[in-house]
């Protein structure tokens, strides 16, 4: 279901949030007309206050009777204010769609300069109100996008919604120091937290001017139903207008018993009736009136200057009151001069969700078009002399060393003239590899001889799968380290079931001791005969050029365990290229080079995001030597010997089957111990950059007094409700004796309500025992058929050694 209103969230954002923009823009410009109007005109809508008394309303009708004697007075408007202008509204003339405006003195009745500019905000109302469309097929379209922009404004709530609603710091604050997708999220999603009330608001006011039948539902709710509106018709012709007329006296009259009636008046809108029988009109609005629009009504005899009918706003029905707070909510003069500030930037602010959506959608765009291009790169074989028969290039890769051997073999078949199709094991079934009549396998092993993650649902169907492939001819690169006792496991594993299931070896399995180039030479002969391209050059390195290296410096080191039990664990800070760009879970290859040429490189999990600067946590590996105590080459001379400023050479590595789960708004359990801290703190930093709260780390050391590392940051995230779950497990401390597993299985209920939401699993750390324990514990808690499930769907993700 999320993920259903994600994907409306963004089409609707990228269509209807486009034309959005055009609103925001004109209702910001819209927002300070009258005081942008009053800077640009000085001396016709304002003037300076004088001693004297202003003139009365009757005084200032007759003055507007001299300048315009042939025209009628349609209405007046008066404020209390002696610095305010009085505006006079005259009757159409015909051919005319409104009449003329004009203002005058206060004080002397004087004809004040036109107005300028008031036809371009008038233009801009038009843009902002109907799209410069007719009136109403405009106000449709604007009703439209009105609900629209509900739409994104709710749908954004629900996509966002924490599990810790009611902390303030989850809604409505981010990190500024985010960079790229992760900057942009964060703005767009707490930008739209703070500014959701006022654009349902906008919303509301929009859907009720657009559809005169949701106008006239809630019109009938509150009490106060317009008029029906008389059948269309043909237009008479406009006759000019004739002055009413009632004279000055009458008006005299009819003004002095609404000054008696309203003593508190600021402002006045009269509507001098046409026939002089008629009662005159006039709302007014109170000094101490809650907004612009409360206006009372009153309706005087102007003959006799009795009062027809008296209506204060204060007396008004619920309704009407409710009713009249619309329009001054909608432009923010509800709560005056604050109130369209924040009304101003609110409108703002849908241009800065427009730009921030569209930039998010291009670079998810960008994102899929590169996993495209890759996967057509992968899936596509040359097309040469056996076009017609493919060799099809399986790999299965924990971190993507089997990935990149396999592209290598497939580039020098290909090159050779054989055509190649490259697939994962994790996407590959039994009935796709039967297909094919010749098959090469890029193996590796994880753990203890254990399939890598992506690639356990196709060893579990292949040990399920019966039909024969004797028809297929096959060859393994089966890689590994020797360090473990199952060396090679699952490439051996995958060579036993092939030959069970018929199909013919073209040579033995080759096995790899982590890069072995000997071992790499007989897979690169293998591939010659292949091809039977004898001179063909089909040279392979597990690792990738030295010129992959870059250089960094040694710039921190802190010790994080001091006082403990076991071996120091040191959080080492690099400097080097800031540009470098990687994504959660990353790996980095460090080349201890001070050891000589013939050593492999160390293999890390990077505990930061670029942002961060490159930051490692090493375990400073020691082994009892007899006559002392050695350490381990790269980590001991990471964390002792290496001096700060020191180069240190290092590669990324990508590791995709641990960097984040691509429905980012999915829960998230991290679990792990020791120096696996890394691989989870770099996920979890970039979770709290992009605002995601709902996560849970459950993760084991030995001692608390002094192996509490990252305890502050930890603690930050909870504070700041980015841990609504954290479990910390001490296994040597007195009240404690638990491991990670234990932890799982007391809150066995927990976790499964939290796997049944979606959650995506990632373990980082030991594989002994802690990772073992990990799977134990979930085969238990959800059964195997659901922990394999989730492995298949990318949602229990590991990087473990």
């Given at each position: 279901m999320k993920k259903l209103w994600f994907q409306l969230h963004w089409f609707v954002g990228i269509t209807a949030g486009t034309v959005l923009i055009v609103i925001g823009l004109t209702g910001a410009i819209l927002a300070f007309r009258e005081q942008v109007l009053d800077l640009l005109n000085p001396g016709v809508l304002s003037v300076p206050a004088q001693s004297g008394p202003t003139l009365t309303p009757p005084q200032l009708a007759q003055a507007a009777k001299l300048l315009r004697p042939q025209e009628r007075i349609s209405s007046i408007i008066v404020y209390a204010q002696p610095d305010t202008t009085v505006r006079v509204?005259?009757?159409?003339?015909?051919?005319?769609?409104?009449?003329?405006?004009?203002?005058?003195?206060?004080?002397?009745?004087?004809?004040?300069?036109?107005?300028?500019?008031?036809?371009?905000?008038?233009?801009?109302?038009?843009?902002?109100?109907?799209?410069?469309?007719?009136?109403?097929?405009?106000?449709?379209?604007?009703g439209t996008l009105a609900f629209c922009l509900m739409g994104l404004a709710l749908s954004g709530l629900y996509l966002r919604w924490p599990r810790r609603v009611f902390d303030w710091r989850t809604w409505l604050t981010f990190d500024t120091r985010m960079k790229g997708r992760s900057f942009l999220w964060g703005l767009h999603s707490v930008a739209g937290t703070w500014v959701m009330v006022i654009f349902l608001m906008f919303t509301f006011s929009g859907v009720y001017w657009a559809f005169d039948p949701i106008r006239d539902m809630v019109d009938g709710w509150l009490g106060t139903p317009r008029p029906p509106r008389a059948a269309a018709a043909a237009k008479p012709k406009l006759k000019a207008a004739k002055p009413p007329k009632a004279d000055a006296a009458e008006l005299d009259l009819a003004w002095a018993a609404f000054e008696r009636a309203a003593p508190n008046w600021n402002m006045a809108f009269l509507r001098p009736p046409e026939k002089a029988s008629q009662p005159l009109q006039i709302l007014w609005v109170t000094k101490d009136a809650p907004h612009v629009r409360a206006r009372g009504k009153i309706l005087i005899n102007q003959q006799t200057g009795a009062i027809v009918k008296n209506e204060p706003y204060a007396e008004m029905p619920m309704g009407a009151r409710l009713q009249s707070t619309i329009y001054p909510l909608h432009i923010g003069t509800y709560f005056g001069l604050t109130g369209q500030f924040i009304v101003f930037l609110a409108a703002l602010a849908l241009?800065?969700?427009?730009?921030?959506?569209?930039?998010?959608?291009?670079?998810?765009?960008?994102?899929?078009?590169?996993?495209l291009a890759e996967r057509k790169r992968l899936a596509g074989g040359a097309a040469g002399a056996d076009a017609g028969d493919p060799v099809l290039m399986a790999y299965a890769s924990q971190t993507g060393q089997a990935e990149r051997l396999a592209l290598q073999s497939a580039a020098a078949l290909q090159k050779a003239g054989v055509a190649v199709h490259v697939h994962s094991l994790e996407k590959l079934t039994p009935p796709q590899l039967g297909k094919y009549r010749r098959a090469l396998f890029v193996a590796s092993s994880f753990g203890e001889g254990e399939p890598p993650d992506p690639a356990r649902r196709f060893s579990r169907l292949l040990h399920d799968q019966h039909e024969a492939l004797a028809h297929m001819q096959y060859a393994v690169l089966a890689l590994g380290d020797k360090h473990y006792v199952e060396f090679c496991g699952f490439g051996q594993a995958l060579d036993q079931r092939l030959r069970v299931l018929g199909a013919q070896p073209l040579h033995p399995i080759i096995e790899v001791d982590n890069g072995d180039p000997v071992a790499l030479g007989r897979w690169s002969h293998a591939l010659r005969e292949l091809s039977g391209a004898e001179a063909a050059d089909m040279s392979l390195s597990a690792a990738a050029p030295d010129t992959d290296y870059a250089s960094w410096r040694l710039t921190e080191r802190v010790?994080?365990?001091?006082?403990?039990?076991?071996?120091?664990?040191?959080?080492?800070?690099?400097?080097?290229?800031?540009?470098?760009?990687?994504?959660?879970?990353?790996?980095?290859?460090?080349?201890?080079?001070?050891?000589?040429?013939?050593?492999?490189?160390?293999?890390?999990?990077?505990?930061?995001?670029?942002?961060?600067?490159?930051?490692?946590?090493?375990?400073?590996?020691?082994?009892?030597?007899?006559?002392?105590?050695?350490?381990?080459?790269?980590?001991?001379?990471?964390?002792?010997?290496?001096?700060?400023?020191?180069?240190?050479?290092?590669?990324?590595?990508?590791?995709?089957?641990?960097d984040a789960h691509a429905q980012a708004a999915l829960p998230a359990i991290y679990i792990g111990n020791g120096s696996g801290m890394a691989g989870?703190?770099?996920?979890?930093?970039?979770?709290?950059?992009?605002?995601?709260?709902?996560?849970w780390l459950i993760f084991g050391e030995r001692q608390r007094a002094f192996d509490a590392i990252c305890a502050d940051e930890i603690g930050r995230w909870r504070d700041g409700g980015f841990l609504p779950e954290l479990d910390l497990v001490f296994s040597r401390d007195p009240d404690g004796g638990h491991y990670v597993q234990d932890r799982m299985r007391e809150k066995a209920d927990v976790l499964r309500e939290w796997i049944a939401d979606g959650a995506v699993l990632y373990v980082c750390g030991s594989l002994q025992g802690m990772a073992g324990g990990v799977d134990a514990a979930l085969e238990e808690i959800i059964g195997r058929a659901a922990l394999e499930a989730m492995i298949e769907a990318g949602r229990y993700r590991r990087d473990v050694y």
């Open positions: 509204f005259f009757a159409p003339q015909p051919g005319e769609q409104r009449g003329e405006t004009i203002y005058l003195h206060p004080y002397t009745g004087a004809l004040l300069p036109e107005l300028h500019y008031a036809e371009f905000f008038e233009w801009i109302e038009s843009l902002h109100r109907f799209l410069l469309l007719p009136r109403e097929q405009g106000k449709m379209v604007s241009p800065g969700f427009g730009i921030t959506g569209w930039m998010l959608y291009l670079k998810r765009r960008k994102a899929k078009r590169e996993a010790l994080l365990n001091e006082g403990s039990v076991g071996h120091p664990l040191y959080e080492l800070t690099l400097s080097g290229d800031a540009g470098v760009d990687w994504k959660p879970g990353a790996l980095v290859d460090i080349w201890p080079g001070h050891y000589g040429a013939h050593e492999t490189p160390r293999r890390y999990s990077l505990a930061s995001l670029p942002q961060d600067g490159m930051q490692l946590i090493v375990r400073q590996e020691r082994h009892d030597l007899g006559a002392g105590v050695g350490m381990g080459l790269a980590s001991g001379w990471l964390t002792a010997r290496a001096a700060l400023g020191d180069e240190v050479r290092v590669r990324l590595i990508a590791n995709p089957s641990f989870l703190r770099s996920h979890l930093r970039a979770r709290v950059a992009g605002g995601e709260a709902r996560n």
